[in-house]
Each structure stands twice: as structure tokens, then as C-alpha cells.
């Protein structure tokens, strides 16, 4: 788990830098957001030129670091989709506000027979 109590605002700290996440797979990380009341999220994602659909990141709430709401988009705290088209790197950044204390940022591919090509993810804090 990461913590944001040190991050200063408007610095974009990397919190998930890999080359590929595998068809059908996911790729998560856990932010302790400490203090902070708002924060921008931004993926970049180049995706296979055969792939035919896209990944999602969902925001996963935790009251207590542990656990942590269903991967699913009834039951995120939210979630988003950058666009998708084969062969294209896409970036896309939502701002989170009303923050609670736990969060998981889960990145999964939709795709289920092509992996994605890299994949990273900023946190910015705003405020």
C-alpha cells in the first residue's frame, strides 16, 4: 500500500508502471489517501493491434485498508474507460473528490484474448 501524506500537491506520482496486462487479466494497486479531499487519476494505455476491446479502471472504497468494494460497475465507488481503438495508445484523466481514507485503483483488461501493451497509471493530488 502506498501513502499519499507525503505527496505534494500537484506532483504526479506513478503508481503502475507495466509493459503489458495479460487477456482477461488486472493489474491493482492500494493508496492510503491519508488527508487528501480530491486527486486526478490519469491512465495511458497502448493497446494490441488486433485487440478488440479496451481495459476499465475501476476505484475500489475501503473503510479499513482491507476490504474493499466488488470489481464490478454496480458496486465501485467508480470506475472508467478510456477510449479504445487497435493498435492506439489513448490517455484519459478523471478527478476523484469526496475521498475515502482506502482506495484500489484495479486496472483490467476487457479484452479476453489479447493482452494490452504498456500500461501506467498517475495519481495527482489537488487538494
Avoid: C
Wanted: net charge negative; glycine share 6%.
Amino acid at each position: 500500500m502506498i501513502s499519499l501524506t507525503t505527496v505534494k500537491t500537484k506532483e504526479p506520482v506513478l503508481v503502475i508502471n507495466t509493459t503489458s496486462i495479460a487477456a482477461g487479466g488486472e493489474v491493482h494497486i492500494d493508496i492510503d489517501t491519508g488527508n487528501v479531499k480530491e486527486l486526478a487519476i490519469t491512465v495511458r494505455v497502448t493497446y494490441d493491434a488486433s485487440a478488440t476491446s479496451g481495459i476499465r479502471v475501476y476505484v475500489l472504497a475501503s473503510p479499513d485498508g482491507t476490504n474493499f468494494d466488488t470489481e464490478n460497475t454496480d458496486d465501485a465507488f467508480t470506475y472508467f474507460e478510456p477510449s479504445f481503438q487497435a493498435g492506439a495508445t489513448r490517455q484519459k484523466t478523471v478527478n476523484i473528490d469526496a475521498l475515502p481514507r482506502y482506495i484500489r485503483l484495479l486496472v483490467r483488461n476487457l479484452d479476453s484474448t489479447y493482452a494490452t501493451g504498456e500500461v501506467k497509471v498517475w495519481i495527482t493530488v489537488v487538494k
